[in-house]
C-alpha cells in the first residue's frame, strides 16, 4: 500500500485481520541483529534491533474470486488504508465513487448480479493499478457499460465450463459403475446404500456452444449490437484495445485520426476550429445520446460531424 501497488482485497477481509492477528502473535520477538548507525572517522555505532519477517499469505483469494459479500466487507478496511499510500484526496474520493456506485447499481438487482458485479470490480480494480502504474489512470467510479457487459459474458463463460465440469464428472462416475458391475457380476445387485451413493443427479448439456474468452474491452460490444462496434478514435472494427487506441490514421490509412485521448482518458479533438473539445463517449454510438445539457460535445469522433456519432460516421469500417 505505501508503494502504491495493487494488493488483493482479500488482505482486508475479516478472515485475513484475524489470520494477521494470530501471525503476530505467534512471531518470535526474543531475536535480534547488529544494525550499523552510521561511521563517523573509521567507527561505526552498532544498534541491536529484533527482526521478525512477514510472508504473503497462502490463503490469499483473488479478487476475482472474492463474493460481492466479501468485497462489501472490505472495501471499508482497504479505503482506510489509502491514506497509507499518500493518495491525493481525488484518487480516495474516486475509490469512494467507485464502491459507492456500484452499490447502488441497478445489476445488483438482476439474477447474478452480485457475481457480475464481482466481476466488474476484479477486472476495473486490477486494470486501473496497471494504467497508474503506466502514468495514464482514468476514473474508476464511472461505471463503464462495456467492461459490465464483458463482466456478465465471463459470468456465463465460467458458469458453462462449470456445467460442462459437473456434466463430465457425473459420466465418469457412471462408467466407473457401469465398469464395476460388469467386472463383479456378484454385485449386479447392490445394496440400497451402494444405489443411494452412486446415483447420477440427471443434467441436460447446454446446447449453446462456449463463447470465446472475451479480451478486456477489446472493442464496444452491447447487447443490442452483440457485433464489434467501430472504435471511437479509427473508427475501425477490428478487435482492439479500443479505451488506448494508439493509432494515428483511420482504419484504412486514408486520413490521420481527429481526435486524441486527454488527461481524463476521454476523447477530445487535436486540430481544426474544434481543437481541444471533449467529446460525448455515448453519442459516438449506434444509440447515441439524449442528454441535451452538452450538445456542443456531440460531434463525431472521426469527423466531427453532428449529424451522427463515430458508429454512423460515413469515414468508418
Given at each position: 500500500?505505501?508503494?502504491?501497488?495493487?494488493?488483493?482485497?482479500?488482505?482486508?477481509?475479516?478472515e485475513?485481520?484475524?489470520?494477521?492477528k494470530?501471525q503476530?502473535?505467534?512471531?518470535?520477538?526474543?531475536?535480534?541483529?547488529?544494525?550499523?548507525?552510521?561511521?563517523r572517522?573509521?567507527?561505526?555505532?552498532?544498534?541491536?534491533?529484533?527482526?521478525?519477517?512477514?510472508?504473503?499469505?497462502?490463503?490469499?483469494?483473488?479478487d476475482?474470486?472474492?463474493?460481492w459479500?466479501?468485497?462489501?466487507?472490505?472495501?471499508?478496511?482497504?479505503?482506510?488504508?489509502?491514506p497509507?499510500g499518500?493518495?491525493s484526496?481525488?484518487?480516495?474520493?474516486?475509490?469512494?465513487?467507485f464502491?459507492?456506485n456500484?452499490?447502488?447499481?441497478?445489476?445488483?438487482?438482476?439474477?447474478?448480479?452480485?457475481l457480475?458485479m464481482?466481476q466488474?470490480?476484479?477486472?476495473?480494480?486490477r486494470?486501473?493499478?496497471?494504467?497508474?502504474?503506466?502514468?495514464?489512470?482514468?476514473?474508476?467510479?464511472?461505471i463503464?457499460?462495456?467492461?459490465?457487459?464483458l463482466?456478465r459474458?465471463?459470468?456465463?463463460?465460467?458458469?458453462?465450463?462449470?456445467?460442462?465440469?459437473?456434466l463430465?464428472?457425473?459420466?465418469?462416475q457412471?462408467?466407473?459403475?457401469?465398469?464395476?458391475?460388469?467386472?463383479n457380476p456378484?454385485?449386479?445387485?447392490?445394496k440400497?446404500?451402494?444405489l443411494?451413493s452412486?446415483?447420477?443427479?440427471?443434467y441436460?448439456?447446454?446446447?449453446?456452444?462456449?463463447?470465446?474468452?472475451?479480451e478486456?474491452?477489446?472493442?464496444?460490444?452491447?447487447?443490442?449490437?452483440p457485433?464489434?462496434?467501430?472504435c471511437?478514435?479509427c473508427?475501425?472494427?477490428?478487435p482492439?484495445?479500443?479505451?488506448k487506441?494508439?493509432?494515428?490514421?483511420i482504419?484504412?490509412?486514408?486520413?490521420?485520426?481527429?481526435?486524441?485521448w486527454n488527461?481524463?482518458?476521454?476523447?477530445?479533438?487535436?486540430?481544426?476550429?474544434?481543437?481541444?473539445?471533449?467529446?460525448?463517449?455515448?453519442?459516438?454510438?449506434?444509440?447515441?445520446?439524449?442528454n441535451?445539457?452538452?450538445?456542443?460535445?456531440?460531434?463525431?469522433?472521426?469527423?466531427?460531424?453532428?449529424?451522427?456519432?463515430?458508429?454512423g460516421?460515413?469515414?468508418?469500417?
Amino acid at each position: 500500500m505505501s508503494q502504491r501497488k495493487f494488493v488483493e482485497l482479500w488482505y482486508f477481509t475479516p478472515e485475513a485481520y484475524a489470520e494477521a492477528k494470530e501471525q503476530r502473535s505467534n512471531v518470535e520477538s526474543n531475536r535480534f541483529e547488529l544494525a550499523a548507525d552510521d561511521e563517523r572517522k573509521g567507527a561505526a555505532t552498532f544498534t541491536l534491533v529484533g527482526t521478525h519477517s512477514t510472508k504473503p499469505s497462502s490463503n490469499a483469494v483473488p479478487d476475482a474470486m472474492l463474493t460481492w459479500a466479501q468485497i462489501s466487507r472490505a472495501k471499508s478496511a482497504f479505503l482506510n488504508a489509502l491514506p497509507i499510500g499518500n493518495y491525493s484526496s481525488e484518487y480516495i474520493a474516486m475509490f469512494a465513487g467507485f464502491y459507492t456506485n456500484m452499490d447502488m447499481h441497478e445489476e445488483l438487482q438482476k439474477p447474478k448480479g452480485d457475481l457480475v458485479m464481482a466481476q466488474y470490480h476484479a477486472d476495473m480494480r486490477r486494470a486501473w493499478f496497471a494504467a497508474y502504474e503506466d502514468g495514464e489512470p482514468f476514473d474508476l467510479a464511472v461505471i463503464s457499460a462495456e467492461a459490465l457487459q464483458l463482466s456478465r459474458e465471463e459470468v456465463r463463460n465460467k458458469a458453462h465450463e462449470r456445467a460442462l465440469a459437473e456434466l463430465g464428472t457425473a459420466k465418469k462416475q457412471q462408467q466407473a459403475t457401469t465398469n464395476n458391475l460388469q467386472s463383479n457380476p456378484s454385485q449386479s445387485s447392490p445394496k440400497k446404500s451402494d444405489l443411494k451413493s452412486r446415483r447420477v443427479t440427471p443434467y441436460t448439456s447446454p446446447q449453446k456452444k462456449k463463447a470465446p474468452e472475451p479480451e478486456f474491452q477489446r472493442s464496444f460490444r452491447s447487447v443490442d449490437h452483440p457485433t464489434l462496434q467501430r472504435c471511437h478514435r479509427c473508427l475501425g472494427r477490428d478487435p482492439h484495445f479500443v479505451r488506448k487506441c494508439s493509432r494515428t490514421s483511420i482504419w484504412n490509412n486514408s486520413r490521420k485520426v481527429i481526435c486524441d485521448w486527454n488527461e481524463k482518458s476521454y476523447l477530445e479533438i487535436c486540430e481544426g476550429i474544434h481543437k481541444g473539445l471533449e467529446l460525448c463517449a455515448d453519442w459516438q454510438r449506434t444509440n447515441g445520446c439524449t442528454n441535451r445539457g452538452h450538445t456542443e460535445k456531440h460531434r463525431c469522433s472521426g469527423c466531427a460531424s453532428t449529424n451522427h456519432g463515430a458508429n454512423g460516421c460515413p469515414d468508418g469500417e
